[in-house]
T-cell receptor, first 115, second 111 residues
């Protein structure tokens, strides 16, 4: 149980384009989903917290207009990187937590490369 | 600010030996701790957790120890196998129900 998927697993795009990443909880309802970014050989850095049906809460230094988050259902959250630039290249990981739970279950990650 | 950190960035062990990965935390108000395993190119995988009202919890081949006096957390892996090779993160769940990750320790298992 507690399986989280992400799509796509790997994407390469040109600078200036927008990329959407999906995060799905497959066997549970996730009232809260989290988006992290991880650079090589570094730890995970929280970007934003996404609550179903409400606006996401962004961490300090994360541009909400650049990283659009939508959590329209209890099993799906999307992260859209708008006007991507090479410095946005990273490993993006989502996690999901069910209502009343403490544990976050992570997706497999999405490798974004911006040329 | 509050932080969760690790003592050793890399740990190399012989296959079959026991591994101990350590983590120090500084937020004394944290009440829930988690160990994650991350293999290359994959997302973190939940291993084991422990609440602050406990000092030890055992799983399959893994044990987590919590010492609140010195704010120290450890993960013990028994009979380490090649498949255990990965980066291990401790994470601290704070009062805001958010996870703060340590820097990670790479475990390398020698055959």
């Amino acid at each position: 149980g507690a399986v989280v998927s992400q799509h796509p697993s790997w994407v390469i795009c040109k600078s200036g384009t927008s990329v959407k990443i999906e995060c799905r909880s497959l066997d549970f309802q996730a009232t809260t989903m989290f988006w992290y970014r991880q650079f090589p050989k570094q730890s995970l850095m929280l970007m934003a917290t996404s609550n179903e049906g409400s606006k996401a809460t962004y961490e300090q230094g994360v541009e909400k207009d650049k990283f659009l988050i939508n959590h329209a259902s209890l099993t799906l959250s999307t992260l859209t990187v708008t006007s991507a630039h090479p410095e946005d290249s990273s490993f993006y990981i989502c996690s999901a937590r069910y209502s009343g739970g403490d544990t976050q279950y992570f997706g497999p990650g999405t490798r974004l490369t911006v040329l | 600010g509050e932080s969760v950190g690790l003592h050793l960035p890399t740990l190399s062990v012989q296959e079959g030996d026991n591994s101990i990965i350590n983590c120090a935390y500084s937020n004394s108000a944290s009440d829930y701790f988690i160990w994650y395993k991350q293999e290359s190119g994959k997302g973190p995988q939940f291993i084991i957790d422990i609440r602050s009202n406990m000092d030890k919890r055992q799983g399959q081949r893994v044990t987590v120890l919590l010492n609140k006096t010195v704010k120290h957390l450890s993960l013990q892996i028994a009979a380490t196998q090649p498949g255990d090779s990965a980066v291990y993160f401790c994470a601290e769940n704070n009062a805001g129900n958010m996870l703060t990750f340590g820097g990670g320790t790479r475990l390398m298992v020698k055959p």
